[in-house]
């Protein structure tokens, strides 16, 4: 099974690719799109679209693109999107989110969790920059360790990885402001994790004995593994909501 495969099969039961609970999705939409509540929303690395059907179904006379490099987490996103009778107000594109270009900049901006399509958070808010329109805001999710990352961290999750203050710093350097956030609770955290590896875990026993089964049991125990013994003590998540500078 591919990496993407076990991924989108991991994530079925969260409310979103993030350790976000469902209040907290809610609260920080509403928080970005009511400034422009008929405006263009765009997420870079949308996966299933699971954020854009949820602003679209929260506001009527929105639109939204997605850009994503996974075509079968697209396909899911079109029937969810379907399914929310959202599907004509939203337009999801399989490319690089590095490659995504537009003629008309959007009024909000999501980018969750994705930083890393980017090459880290610095190319992410150079990249972001100019597709948002005079006003426009970017929610952003991105990791952090809870004080000095140690080597075993760094291994795991790249050298970019740095503390809550080192991600304001890049912030400020690059010229941009955070004028909403929401740091993920040890709640929010843990059921992210019980929810990525019980769902991996549940499909799998539902599976004949084979390849797809081993493998997604040994993946789900790996990261339950490295979740309790290498990183749940320190691993944290904020998401900003963030406008440029001029």
Do not use: K
């Amino acid at each position: 099974m591919e990496r993407q495969t076990i991924g989108r099969i991991a994530h079925r039961d969260h409310p979103v690719a993030a350790p976000l609970s469902d209040e907290s999705v809610r609260r920080l939409l509403e928080h970005q799109l009511r400034r422009r509540p008929e405006g263009r929303v765009l997420d870079l690395g949308c996966g299933e679209a699971a954020w854009l059907v949820r602003a679209l179904s929260m506001y009527p006379d929105l639109h939204a693109i997605g850009v994503d490099a996974n075509p079968d987490a697209l396909e899911d996103g079109r029937r969810t999107a379907e399914r929310a009778g959202v599907a004509r107000r939203i337009g999801l594109h399989h490319t690089d989110v590095r490659d995504f270009r537009t003629n008309e900049p959007f009024d909000s901006v999501l980018s969750v969790g994705a930083t890393y399509a980017f090459g880290g958070l610095l190319p992410t808010l150079e990249a972001v920059r100019p597709l948002l329109a005079p006003g426009g805001t970017l929610l952003l999710g991105e990791s952090y360790w809870d004080g000095q990352p140690p080597d075993h961290a760094r291994e795991f999750f790249g050298d970019g990885l740095t503390d809550l203050a080192g991600v304001l710093t890049t912030l400020r350097t690059a010229d941009w402001w955070p004028i909403a956030g929401h740091t993920s609770t040890r709640e929010e955290l843990d059921t992210y994790e019980w929810s990525w590896t019980g769902t991996l875990t549940d499909w799998a026993l539902d599976q004949p004995p084979g390849p797809d089964r081993d493998q997604a049991l040994d993946a789900a125990t790996r990261h339950r593994d490295q979740w309790l013994n290498e990183y749940r003590a320190g691993f944290g998540f904020v998401t900003l909501l963030l406008r440029p500078g001029d």
